[in-house]
């Protein structure tokens, strides 16, 4: 299961229990850079079901999930915002399944249908060399003093 969907349904589970109210979605996005955490749980959008202070309702749902959930490590509340910090163990499992599945080639997809083979047989246009090619040869004229 996808850490996205596991707290969705975590999230869902703390409203039920806390606030006895269904929520039909959660709304997650990454935490900006200025902030401590992981994912965000937007609260706003609860508002409209929960009717209460987005700092409150934050704050109990943060609780909740950082006692009932393993892979939350701890969590804040910043204006309605819900940041929620993923503990380093799970991203240490996450890797260690990554690398243990025997699919894990590294190569390119193989692609279907026609090659583009007129970029390859084009030639490249004098403008486009580099500088250092054109320098080298440049430098060598010079000294030689024709």
Not at 37 to 56: C, E, H, S, W, Y
Not at 87 to 111: G, H, K, Q, W
């Amino acid at each position: 299961m996808d850490i996205k969907d596991h707290i969705t349904a975590r999230v869902r589970e703390a409203v039920k229990k806390i606030f006895d109210a269904d929520l039909e979605t959660v709304e997650l996005q990454p935490t900006r850079k200025d902030f401590e955490g992981d994912i965000t749980v937007v609260v706003f959008p609860m508002l409209r079901l929960l009717k209460g202070n987005p700092q409150a309702i934050g704050e109990q749902i943060g609780s909740y999930l950082e006692t009932h959930v393993a892979e939350i490590d701890r969590f804040n509340v910043v204006k309605g915002f819900l940041n929620l910090v993923i503990c380093d163990d799970y991203y240490l499992d996450f890797l260690e399944v990554s690398a243990s599945r025997s699919n894990t080639d590294m190569s390119l997809p193989i692609r279907r249908g026609k090659p583009s083979w007129s970029n390859i047989l084009r030639p490249i246009p004098i403008s486009r060399c580099t500088w250092g090619i054109s320098g080298i040869t440049f430098s060598d004229i010079r000294l030689r003093k024709f």
